[in-house]
């Protein structure tokens, strides 16, 4: 898929990962629609990018709906990134009883069905869209984690839903492909991003540290290169591709 001109979709695009996807589509040329739940930080990288910017909550499909539609404009959608999602620890049980419910289906509908949304509704919006040279009408890149693999103690919540990315991305793929749309996953490992920014300086070199090599924490440009590079290979589709410098994570 050629990024050059091409209308595209970030969720989750205000801060972390999805603001260095914006850039990097940005910098190869996308007209890049920023979708957020913070307004201020999205409409600030906006301005910066001269981009647009939709306030977006992902998952209330009339919000999804909206941004898709804002970022479609006229000459259609052809690519779509989500990279919204949010974190909880705890244990299935223990001392303080049974997991809470209420947590485990919040992190679960944010991450996997808000995944979700933006998947089916970006794809239906991008059956309008008349094939290139390769037949392709777009590609959807969703944000998975290493926790699907790797999950830890505590992780239950949100390896579950990271795990739900994992397993929609080859039936999505299989779905989509007699139209010509691309649907890929990136599964990150330990990266420099809001979730880890409150932590002590001490705290995330230790982390970097477990990182076979590079033995630092990920940076998000690295990621949104990778998202880039599945845009434009037109044979990455089906696929979740780790991003975690060889790290396992080890049960705590």
Same mark, same amino acid.
């Given at each position: 898929?050629?990024?050059?001109?091409?209308?595209?979709?970030?969720?989750?695009?205000?801060?972390?990962?999805g603001?260095?996807?914006?850039?990097?589509?940005?910098?190869?040329?996308?007209?890049?629609?920023?979708?957020?739940?913070?307004?201020?930080?999205?409409?600030?990288?906006?301005?910066?990018?001269?981009?647009?910017?939709?306030?977006?909550?992902v998952? !209330?499909?009339?919000? +999804?709906?909206?941004?898709?539609? $804002? *970022?479609?404009?006229? @000459?259609?959608?052809? %690519?779509? /990134? =989500?990279?919204?999602?949010?974190?909880?620890?705890?244990?299935?049980?223990?001392?303080?009883?049974?997991?809470?419910?209420?947590?485990?289906?919040?992190?679960?509908?944010?991450?996997?069905?808000?995944?979700?949304?933006v998947?089916?509704l970006?794809?239906?919006?991008?059956?309008?869209?008349?094939?290139?040279?390769?037949?392709?009408r777009?590609?959807?890149?969703?944000?998975?984690s290493?926790?699907?693999?790797d999950?830890?103690?505590?992780?239950?919540?949100?390896?579950?839903? !990271?795990?739900?990315? +994992?397993?929609?991305?080859?039936? $999505? *793929?299989?779905d989509? @492909?007699?139209?010509? %749309?691309? /649907? =890929?996953?990136?599964?990150?490992?330990?990266?420099?991003?809001?979730?880890?920014?409150?932590?002590?300086?001490?705290?995330?070199?230790?982390?970097?540290?477990?990182?076979?090599?590079?033995?630092?924490?990920?940076r998000?440009d690295?990621?949104?290169?990778?998202?880039?590079?599945?845009?434009?290979?037109?044979?990455?589709?089906?696929?979740?591709?780790?991003?975690?410098?060889?790290?396992?994570?080890p049960p705590?």
């Amino acid at each position: 898929m050629d990024i050059e001109g091409a209308n595209a979709l970030v969720a989750g695009g205000a801060s972390g990962l999805g603001a260095a996807t914006a850039r990097a589509l940005h910098a190869a040329g996308a007209n890049v629609t920023i979708a957020d739940l913070n307004p201020e930080r999205g409409q600030a990288l906006a301005d910066e990018l001269g981009a647009g910017f939709v306030a977006a909550d992902v998952t !209330k499909p009339e919000e +999804v709906e909206a941004a898709v539609v $804002a *970022a479609a404009g006229d @000459a259609g959608l052809r %690519i779509s /990134v =989500c990279c919204a999602g949010i974190g909880w620890a705890e244990k299935v049980a223990g001392r303080k009883g049974a997991h809470g419910i209420e947590p485990f289906d919040t992190v679960i509908r944010v991450n996997l069905i808000g995944t979700f949304n933006v998947l089916r509704l970006a794809a239906n919006t991008m059956l309008e869209n008349a094939p290139n040279d390769q037949g392709e009408r777009g590609v959807c890149i969703s944000t998975a984690s290493i926790a699907a693999y790797d999950g830890q103690i505590g992780q239950i919540a949100y390896s579950a839903s !990271k795990g739900g990315i +994992v397993g929609m991305t080859l039936p $999505a *793929a299989r779905d989509l @492909a007699q139209s010509g %749309i691309r /649907v =890929c996953a990136i599964a990150p490992g330990l990266f420099d991003t809001p979730l880890l920014a409150g932590l002590p300086e001490e705290a995330r070199n230790a982390l970097g540290g477990q990182v076979p090599f590079p033995p630092r924490l990920g940076r998000p440009d690295e990621y949104g290169a990778l998202a880039v590079h599945i845009v434009e290979n037109a044979m990455l589709n089906g696929e979740v591709i780790r991003l975690d410098g060889a790290l396992r994570m080890p049960p705590r």
